[in-house]
């Protein structure tokens, strides 16, 4: 790793390591009986009370309004809120009492843990960490692995390994993915190539809202595509040569595009940064491109502030979030002006601009 | 006037007194010999020597770059500069010594005095001021007047009035111009019957940058078209009454878009803040743009500021005293880099808008 450690976290947001599993004896999600798959919640927590501090939540008890929010913070996935009739969830309990919603979030995009009970598989087991860290998520999900693993057995074929709902998820069950943040190689018109080659490779690239969604913000999830026929660590190997390989290639874009971009480039982080921090109302897709402006800023070294504070600030402005910190159910007007003045406020504050750096950017021109 | 002397202010920018007198004995100035063009110097320059402490400067003595820095700050036209090799200007004596650039020309658009000489007609006297007093430029041109006329006989005939070059000024050779700051009446799309209603009263309507010029920054510059027929008190009374009106149009309408606007005309207006506040390069277009909305937040409360300051710096960031206060030529794209830089600065410094003032933004939505 060239790369220093300042830089490298300016371009990985996250990592996901998630394991699908199933029980043997009993038939995936879809053809499940409510009795059925009240027995799996049971089994899954038995088995996890002796791991750590789960807490249980049964999806049908779940206000749909917090189900949003939980989908924003990636805590749970939009199927298993589908299939709320049977499925559950166990968060990992965390303190209460009086943190703020600022705190609770950034803590939970920190480092996370949760697991979904007849989501699309019986299990899906998740880990989310802040940066890049495959390692350590692997290692946290196999023990929760193995303590359900130890209860009753998992639907396994010796040839072609873990069983799944989905074909794709056959064998190691393991999707390893890492959010990047690549503004330099999204504006230099990079990415169409890069997706064909880690095509070729068995990753696969998603927008920022996973398969489908568009990378809004110039955020880019990259993941393993082939689950059968590898081991666990083999996939795992794959995809942190590939990361690494384009967080490189990032970083070399970045300084290229700061060598060339002259005024032109400090003219769009700043008119973003100024907008930001002045607008009256924004709606999301504006606001991301302006924030992804606003990151390039800081991690070109013009704006202030801490990139992980500008990842939190882009969960808790989505609608769900914003909601919640508003305390009341907004329009969409309503939470256009509500980001505005959430993110004006928490970036005026965040990416401070004195006099003495704004002349130092002129000078370096 | 029911309009508080403040809002008043906030419409009307500057008043203009200007009066073409021509002396019998010489040709007009396009056909004037280079002896005789001296002679009308001498004793125009003579003539108020007695008058007040004015400094001759004789145009083709001036280098192009300076007379641009005039003739945008309104000392002089564009038509003294083209007739340089026989035209002078007598211009106040003003404080030299450590004045600023701003100070300077702070002082300039608050109030001066100009005589040319040989530009259009032998003479045009010539009274700047900021807001709206057509009395008091009327006084003073009157002194200046007589004390020229006291020297030898103007052209004049019994029942036309004063000749001049052109028959448009043939009479009273006063024209009476007012600029107002119009950003309510335009954007409300009231401006074509405004113009056609004016015309009708014998007014014209043109942009801030004289004859053919568009309404940049929202700025209108309002004159009599008349001149013949009329006396000079009549002319400045349907001037006086006709602004009146408009400054009270434009207040109603401004309430109006205030009433109306709700988050989009604060966004409006806080965006335009931002950018100016923040930008790395801006062009003059855009710039004056973006500083009529600045202007309507100061003049609607929302932000703060002085409307005498801006107007200022609606002047020194035109290019000629852009490179002026620079202390270099400057290309386009590099006085649209001085031009943010300066403009960016001035306006932090100028609008405040704290925290408290924010929030009472939101509070009044």
Redesign the interface.
């Known amino acids: 790793m060239k790369a220093s450690a300042i830089r490298y976290e300016n371009v990985a947001v996250s990592t996901r390591i998630r394991l699908a599993r199933n029980f043997a004896d009993y038939p995936f999600p879809r053809r499940l009986g409510k009795a059925s798959a009240r027995e799996i919640v049971g089994i899954v927590s038995a088995a996890l009370r002796e791991v750590d501090a789960f807490e249980l939540h049964y999806m049908d008890s779940i206000p749909s309004r917090l189900a949003r929010v939980y989908i924003e913070r990636y805590q749970i996935s939009r199927d298993l809120w589908k299939n709320r009739d049977i499925s559950a969830v166990l968060f990992l309990k965390r303190d209460g009492g009086s943190r703020t919603f600022e705190k609770e979030l950034s803590d939970i995009l920190t480092e996370n843990v949760s697991v979904m009970i007849n989501e699309e598989d019986h299990i899906r087991e998740q880990y989310f960490v802040r940066g890049f860290d495959l390692k350590r998520g692997y290692e946290r999900l196999s023990g929760i692995d193995e303590s359900i693993a130890e209860t009753i057995p998992f639907a396994c074929d010796e040839e072609l390994g873990y069983l799944t709902a989905c074909p794709t998820n056959v064998g190691t069950g393991l999707r390893a993915s890492v959010m990047l943040f690549l503004p330099a190689l999204a504006r230099r018109d990079r990415m169409r190539e890069i997706t064909a080659k880690l095509k070729r490779k068995g990753l696969t690239v998603r927008g920022m809202f996973g398969e489908g969604s568009g990378a809004e913000g110039d955020l880019y999830q990259i993941s393993n595509e082939i689950t059968l026929g590898a081991r666990d660590t083999d996939i795992l190997a794959i995809v942190e040569r590939e990361v690494n390989d384009l967080v490189e290639e990032e970083i070399v874009e970045r300084d290229m595009l700061q060598e060339e971009g002259g005024?032109?480039l400090?003219?769009r982080i700043?008119?973003s940064?100024?907008?930001?921090?002045?607008?009256?109302?924004i709606d999301e897709h504006e606001f991301l491109e302006r924030l992804s402006d606003v990151k390039l800023g800081v991690a070109l070294g013009m704006l202030g502030g801490e990139m992980s504070d500008l990842d939190t600030l882009l969960v808790s402005t989505r609608p769900a979030n914003l909601m919640e910190l508003a305390g009341e159910t907004l329009t969409e007007?309503g939470q256009?002006?509500f980001r505005?003045?959430y993110a004006?406020?928490t970036l005026?504050r965040l990416c401070m601009?004195d006099?003495e750096m704004?002349e130092n950017?002129?000078a370096e021109?």
């Not at 940064?273 to 109302?281: E, F, R, V, W």
């Open positions: 005024a032109a400090i003219d700043l008119r940064y100024g907008i930001l921090t002045n607008c009256a109302q007007e256009d002006i505005a003045r004006g406020r005026r601009l006099e704004r950017l002129f021109e």
